[in-house]
């Protein structure tokens, strides 16, 4: 444990958060897939802020060996530099708003912090995606992030079949189906664009491990996307490098309970717990407001929250079985889709968009719309809103 919690700083020279630019480093090819990269939207997760360098150093000296284009951005700059997760706001948790047209707003005059960083991040994006979208349409987006507990390597993903053959080159866990869950994820927003995009978690905040594991992933994302190609004996020895030493399967995950917390000063997460733990329905897991707080559910504890900032208590996860994951893929696409509307409880609200009556329909229903590709959000207590991702 110690070892692992060396501390970044000391591994990384004359590091300055002041100089950190809204571009960290960018390289533009007219042909070939462009992959961008985001590093801490979250302002105390600085793994993927070190990792761009570390792989920008590298990347400036072999530049006629890309075959694409990569952009490195930096998220919460404010945040970065006082070293803390967000000022005001979740950088991480208002994409919703901002597809709603918040920053185009007249009586929103920006005074959240995080809604400047949100509309400058906005911009730079749009650059990006103006300055190559006439050419290709192979943009590609990851976002890079740590836990505050202690964690192997994993990727999350809103579970779509662009972003599943993202994520599949990876030996880690992947945790689909991230959207339903948590709401206004910058990846979302990106989904709804029309572009694959899926996050990566490198573990504990201060672990040195979490720059290499992330300048691994990032190494081998370039290869698999055929921006950079790996020699062979380098992609072996990055992907031992992402996995660690990690016991943890790397297979489908999907959030089966989400502890919401209003106020994370008043909670208080039980000691001890890793990333993926095994726990049993009626664990003590923490303690709010003074009452305790006991598994739901039987599963795997996943990203426990250990610091004062955040609305994330804990998740539960379940395993998703190869099976329903081929099954599936092969139902997204088929004839099935046309007649959603004849199961009873469901009515087609319009293309793409249904809703699900609980009081009629209580069997199945939510899993029948998953495996067709529909993400499902509770509209209110009887109500479910599911639409085609
Ligand atoms: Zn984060």
Known sequence: ????????????????????????WSHKKDTGPVVV?????????????????????????????????IYMISGNLKALREGVRYLDRDLNRL???????????????????????ADELLATLNEVVNEHRFVTQDLKFIDLHTTSAESCAFILFNDTLENRKSASYFPVPQILGIEETIHGTLLSYINDL??????????????KSSVDRMEAFLWLYLH????????????????????GDSEIEDSYY???????VDDASQFKMKEGFLNFDPVYKGDLLANE????????????IFMPLYQSKGNDGFFILRGRS????????????????????????????????????????????????????YRVIRKDPHTLLCYKR
């Not at 999907?254 to 919401?260: D, P, Q, T, V």
């Open 322 to 373: 190869a099976f329903w994951l081929e099954l599936s893929s092969k139902l997204r696409g088929s004839f099935i889709n046309n007649y959603l509307h004849l199961l009873p409880g469901v009515e087609k609200e319009q293309d793409r968009v249904f809703t699900v009556d609980l009081k009629v329909a209580k069997f199945l229903v939510k899993e029948i719309f998953h495996l067709m590709g």
């Open 224 to 243: 698999h996307t055929q921006v950079y190609t790996l020699k062979l004996r380098e992609v072996h020895y990055y992907e031992k490098m992402m996995h």
């Open 1 to 24: 444990m110690q070892e692992r919690s060396t501390l970044v700083k000391n591994e990384e020279e004359s590091f300055e958060m002041e100089s950190v630019d809204r571009i960290i």
């Open 289 to 300: 407001k003074g009452e305790p707080i006991y598994a739901p559910k039987s599963g795997l």
């Open 194 to 207: 029309g572009y694959p995009a899926i996050g990566f978690e490198a573990g504990k905040h201060e672990a």
């Open 37 to 69: 990269i985001f590093a801490g939207i979250h302002g105390n997760e600085v793994a993927g802020i070190h990792a761009s360098r570390r792989l920008a150093r590298s990347l400036s000296e072999n530049t006629d060996l890309l075959n694409g284009s």
């Open 254 to 260: 999907e959030i089966s309970y989400h502890h919401y």
């Open 95 to 117: 994409w919703g708003e901002v597809s709603n047209g918040a920053l185009e707003n007249e009586s929103n005059d920006l005074d959240s912090p995080e809604l400047k960083e």
